[in-house]
Each structure stands twice: as C-alpha cells, then as structure tokens.
C-alpha cells in the first residue's frame, strides 16, 4: 500500500520558516520524481516545487529564493525548507511522488498559516 505522510505544518509568523517532510512508503522511492503543491481556498492547486530522481530542482517563480526542496533517498522523504514565509503562502500543501511511466500519488496534506 502506497502512503505519502506529510508532516511539518502549522502557524508561523510573517518571515518566518517552516520545513515540510514527506514520507513514503510501498514505493520505489529513488526512481520517483518528487514534488510539493499547494492549494489556498478557492484556488486550483498548483506546483510548489520539485525535484527528479537525478536531483534536478525546480520551483515555482513565487517561492524561488525562498523554498528549498531535497530528498533522501536512504530515508524514503523529501524536504520543503520554507523560508521567508508569506501571508500568501497559507494553504494545504500535498507531496506528489511521480513514477517515470507516469501515474502519481498523493499525500494527505498539511496546513501552512503564514499570519501575525
């Protein structure tokens, strides 16, 4: 059974930092490309960021210079350090594991509040 559990969320002030983990399980997790998504209420999810079984990143242009995406593979997780975090920022975010045929799978998501 595939699970991806995201943990990591919660409330944290205007400029400050939060670090997401995802972790895997029932997959080959090396040879999955990895992602993070957001979605804020009433707005369609999008991609965060991401990186690829040879450890390409890429990000979103809203969070470059701020987020850092990694990847353990010894571990089965993947990272989202989030710094400089923005009222903008608020939503559920979702980690995506992404097998090089195609088909995906989703976590379960974790709320980020970016308020003072």
């Known amino acids: 059974q595939v699970q991806l559990v995201e943990s990591g969320g919660g409330l944290v002030q205007p400029g400050g930092s939060l670090r997401l983990s995802c972790a895997s399980s029932?997959?080959?997790?090396?040879?999955?490309?990895m992602g993070w998504y957001r979605q804020a209420p009433g707005k369609q999810r999008e991609l965060v960021a991401s990186?690829?079984?040879?450890?390409?990143?890429n990000y979103a242009d809203f969070v470059k210079g701020r987020f850092t995406v990694s990847r353990d593979n010894a571990k089965n997780t993947v990272t989202l350090e989030m710094n400089s975090l923005k009222p903008e920022d608020t939503a559920v975010y979702y980690c995506?594991?992404?097998?090089?045929?195609?088909?995906?799978?989703w976590g379960q998501g974790t709320q980020v509040t970016v308020s003072s």
């Open positions: 995506n594991a992404r097998h090089p045929y195609g088909h995906s799978h």
């Open positions: 029932g997959i080959a997790f090396s040879i999955y490309a």
């Open positions: 990186i690829t079984r040879d450890d390409i990143t």
